[in-house]
């Protein structure tokens, strides 16, 4: 059917009109806080949907990520990153380090003694063994001048000088003999505190004899013999001339002179007394270091208590040449 225009006039006029009629109605309800059943139903659809997701923003969270890390990133690094050490901590640390494992070296020496009776602290059967501190070497040389051994050495050697007779100033008698006994102590007491404490102090020397205790005999022998003019030095741990025990002999003699007889006085004394106790040194460095084989042989003990057998496991620090190579000294003491 076909619409004339009349009809379409009144319908749009028909229209108006009920828009009119229910936008105030609509209105006055909305005011009065009721809505009507149609508008409540849509309302309550729209409360069932789910909430439209938020914009993601991609910039903002990455910045924040990079600040983020930013703190981390730092933190990691400075972990990595080490303070660098002192070198006046370290070598303080190692300097009391090597002090506490030489006092447990020393305590071993102060036990050891030939046949159980004679002092023998002065020795070291330790490969490499660690450098003494001042303080030690005087510990070291008073311990051994203190001993009970000690003034029945001297109380025998002046016995022999009383039937010589040596310094016949003296005169015979106990009371030659109490001077001889004196005199011989005193050479002694000098001799050990300053050819093995104060000399060595000074010039940074060890004082002890370290035994060899491996190769052919003869090449031991000279050994034993030289360390009466070869030592090592504490800091570098080189062979050198021993100064300390050299000077300490002669300076002990000169200092003798003040209390002999007089007519026994003299440079010529000094000398003779000096290259006496040099002598004398070397023998008993011979003694030091075959006294364990002659132990072991004849009293099937051992005086190293095992050292020897670790020593055994370890390079010849002599390297079976040169028994004074400050090469494989160098090499034996930091292994």
Known sequence: MTLRFYQIFACLTAGVAVLCISTPVMAQASGSGQVSEPVKATLVADEDLPDAPMPQQTSTPATTQDQGQQPNASSSSSSVQQTPEDPAKKAAEDKAQREKTAEEQVKEQEHQRVLGIVPNFNTSYVYGAASLSAKQKFELAIRSQIDPVAFGVAGFVALIGQAEPSHPGYGGGWGGYAKRYGQTYTDSFDGQMIGNALLPSILHQDPRYFRLGRGPVKR????????????????????????????????????????????????????????????????????????????????????????????????????????????????????
Request: net charge neutral; proline share 6%; aromatic share 8%.
């Open 220 to 335: 031991r022998i000279l050994y034993a013999l030289g360390t009466n003019v070869i030592t090592r030095h504490d800091v570098t741990g080189k062979w050198e001339p021993n100064y300390s025990n050299i000077m300490g002999n002669f300076i002990s003699g000169a200092i003798s002179n003040a209390y002999i007889p007089e007519q026994d006085r003299g440079v010529s004394s000094t000398i003779t007394g000096g290259l006496t106790v040099l002598i004398e040194g070397g023998a008993g460095s011979m003694f030091q270091e075959f006294w364990p084989d002659i132990c072991r042989h004849f009293l099937h003990k051992d005086p190293t208590h095992g050292q020897d057998a670790i020593n055994k496991m370890k390079p010849d620090p002599t390297g079976g040449g040169n028994p004074f190579s400050n090469r494989r000294l160098k090499e034996q003491q930091q292994q």
